[in-house]
Structures are given as structure tokens and as C-alpha cells.
């Protein structure tokens, strides 16, 4: 069993910075693949970014890459996405999700097993 729960979401208004955190508990291990994933009303829920908790290994939609940065705290059990030069298209609920097996597709929704909560961020304009 695994707990996500993020946070540092908000109001922030276009151009400005934020930093999502990610608190995970229970069984951690180093073949889990974290990925960040946002949904806008309306909009199917889209790929952000992944990591895994040991290694090199970062993975980044096409369109957030350059923009939005996936970190971690190992000692902290805490992912991190930063996110830079915010537009109005970036308002989403964004969730943190955890892949026990890391075998599928990680730009996939499906390949995922444990969800947070989500939390909201929107930019003004």
C-alpha cells in the first residue's frame, strides 16, 4: 500500500513559479516510477513528467520539457515538480501517481496503481 499526498498548489499569476511536492508513505522501493500528471476541465488528463526513485532516469512530455523540472528527496519520501514561467493553459489539478511494476508505458494514465488526491493550480492572466 502507498500514500500520495501532494501539495503547493495555488493562485499565482502568468509568469510566476511553483513547486509541487509530493509526499509518499508506505512501501517505497527504488523500481517504483513516479510520474506527475495534470487535467483541465474538459481535457482528458495528460502526461507530465516521471522519475524513478534511484538513478538517472527522467522522463518529460515534449511540451513541459524546458519549463517544468521532476526532482526528488529520497530522505524525505518526496517528489517535486517545479514549475516555471506559468501560463494560463497550465490551470489544472495536478496528482501524483506511483507505478509498483515500471513495466508499461510511463506517459500512460493506466500504467499507474496509486493516485493522490490531486491538488489545484491556476494562473491568472
Known amino acids: 500500500q502507498v500514500q500520495l499526498v501532494e501539495s503547493g498548489g495555488g493562485l499565482v499569476q502568468a509568469g510566476g513559479s511553483l513547486r509541487l511536492s509530493c509526499a509518499a508513505s508506505?512501501?517505497?522501493?527504488?523500481?517504483?516510477?513516479m510520474g506527475w500528471f495534470r487535467q483541465a476541465p474538459g481535457k482528458e488528463r495528460e502526461f507530465v513528467a516521471a522519475?524513478?526513485?534511484?538513478?538517472?532516469?527522467?522522463h518529460y512530455a515534449d511540451s513541459m520539457k524546458g519549463r517544468f523540472t521532476i526532482s526528488r528527496d529520497n530522505a524525505k519520501n518526496t517528489v517535486y515538480l517545479q514549475m516555471n514561467s506559468l501560463k494560463a493553459e497550465d490551470t489544472a489539478v495536478y496528482y501524483c501517481?506511483?507505478?509498483?511494476?515500471?513495466?508499461?508505458?510511463?506517459?500512460?494514465?493506466?500504467?499507474?496503481?496509486?493516485w493522490g488526491q490531486g491538488t489545484q493550480v491556476t494562473v491568472s492572466s
Open positions: 508506505g512501501r517505497t522501493f527504488s523500481s517504483y516510477l
Open positions: 501517481a506511483a507505478d509498483v511494476d515500471s513495466s508499461r508505458l510511463p506517459s500512460s494514465p493506466l500504467s499507474y496503481d496509486y
Open positions: 522519475i524513478r526513485w534511484s538513478g538517472p532516469y527522467t
